[in-house]
Nanobody
Framework: QVQLVESGGGSAQPGGSLGLSCTGNGLSIYYGTVCMGWFRQAPGEEREGVATIERDFSTDYAHSVKGRFTISKDHAADKIYLKMDSLKPEDTGIYYC????????????????WGKGTQVTVSS
């Protein structure tokens, strides 16, 4: 059974930084053919894609976070990270880790497995 567990997040002031991590337990059943990513949902808004990373480390970012957020992964450990710099109040929301068995993905892809989410709040 696949289980995604997020950690990190919290509160920061505008312009500050935060980091998220996600451990994918049970993803070994896919023999490494897995895309993972980060999504977020702001209060009253629909969930949106933030960043994804493929097996070959190819990445895709939402336009709103490009240049400020960096997704990375530890392939051997089925872990991904999201480093968030130059945070803005509009980055506030619940951030979800997601995974899907596929070679290629983007923030528009359908993901199968989801974590429970972790809160990120950016305010002064």
């Amino acid at each position: 059974q696949v289980q995604l567990v997020e950690s990190g997040g919290g509160s920061a002031q505008p312009g500050g930084s935060l980091g998220l991590s996600c451990t994918g337990n049970g993803l070994s059943i896919y023999y490494g053919t897995v895309c993972m990513g980060w999504f977020r949902q702001a209060p009253g808004e629909e969930r949106e894609g933030v960043a994804t990373i493929e097996r070959d480390f190819s990445t895709d970012y939402a336009h709103s976070v490009k240049g400020r957020f960096t997704i990375s992964k530890d392939h051997a450990a089925d872990k991904i990270y999201l480093k968030m710099d130059s945070l803005k109040p509009e980055d506030t929301g619940i951030y979800y880790c997601a995974a899907v068995r596929t070679r290629s993905c983007s923030i528009s892809s359908l993901f199968r497995h989801w974590g429970k989410g972790t809160q990120v709040t950016v305010s002064s």
